[in-house]
């Protein structure tokens, strides 16, 4: 009598030809032995799927080298600010960087004297002369860019970006947002922590209310947790008097920022409609690269008719005048008429445009923005 499992190691011996025990041995003499000198049998071809690893480097086994800090190239060394964080956090944080785009002089921003003034004062300077802008005289952290939509707040950050020479980043509220939780809080500090590398940087943050609103009972949790680390890095016990990095947000309802982001953004400058100055300035600038007889006349009754227009308005309204010459066109013939046989723009066209462009922003808004700067502004 055998057992099944006697049986079928008989089986495997004569199917690979092996030579069987001899007779004296039965199956009560049948000893277990341990794997390593045990037959294989049809496992004897087994290959592991790590290769063996012998002292004298022989064999052609593969050396695998460990990750984590060990693994870095030491031709490209990490700095030590960043070794906590994650390659794909810094990846992302480094897309941010603003440096391609035409470049934007101040020559270019019609009006905010005060605003311009007071920004090459706190931001241009002390990149230019780090050495004197020290102690009390020394950058703050933060500037706040309010008003009505439309008055050139975002084309200032562009012109900080131009004109500072420091790293420019340029963030939204979806740039340091996730759907993970935890993972908002992580690019926060991932941001200030490249842009303590890259100093000196400045962080540019549009629409910086959908950010940093007032903290609620009724708030998400991950919300809040953002605001709170960004209020710590930018403004925290961790944070360094020395780190040259200035963060400049612009909003059109400031009065919903946090107090504790309203504190730390210590120069709050209201950009408020281009007054008329401004406005015959940008008129003369978009109609200089534009056909048209407008006489100094003519620009003047343009000004005096667009009180109340922002800048973005008055861009909309220049727009809308260029069409004029096209519209005079018969429609037959805007398939083979040539640019030199389009009338220049007149002073009419500006009259049409004038029935259909109008304010975007309302008395009662101006009250409010003038309101939060009487109390909280740092402007005329």
Sequence with gaps: FKTAKEQLWVDQQKKYHQPQRASGSSHGSVKKSLGASRSRGIFGKFVPPVPKQDGGGQGGGTQYKPHGAGAADPAHPVDERLKNLEPKMIELIMNEIMDQGPPVNWED?????????????????PMMRPDIFTGLRGPPKGILLFGPPGTGKTLIGKCIASQSGATFFSISASSLTSKWVGEGEKMVRALFAVARCQQPAVIFIDEIDSLLSQRGDGEHESSRRIKTEFLVQLDGAATSSEDRILVVGATNRPQEIDEAARRRLVKRLYIPLPEASARKQIVINLMSEEHCCLSEE?????????????????????????????????????????????????????????????????????ELYENWNRTFGCGK
């Design 298 to 366: 003519e620009v003047d009754l343009v000004v005096r008719h667009s009180g109340g227009f922002s800048g973005a308005d008055m861009t909309q309204l220049c727009r809308e005048a260029s069409l004029g010459p096209i519209r005079s066109l018969q429609a037959a013939d805007i398939a083979t008429v040539t640019p030199d046989q389009v009338r220049p723009i007149a002073y009419s066209d500006f009259e049409d445009a004038f029935r259909t462009v109008r304010p975007s922003v309302s008395p009662e808004d101006l």
């Design 109 to 125: 921003i019609a009006g905010v004297e005060f605003a311009k003034t007071t920004i090459k004062e706190i931001v241009v300077w």
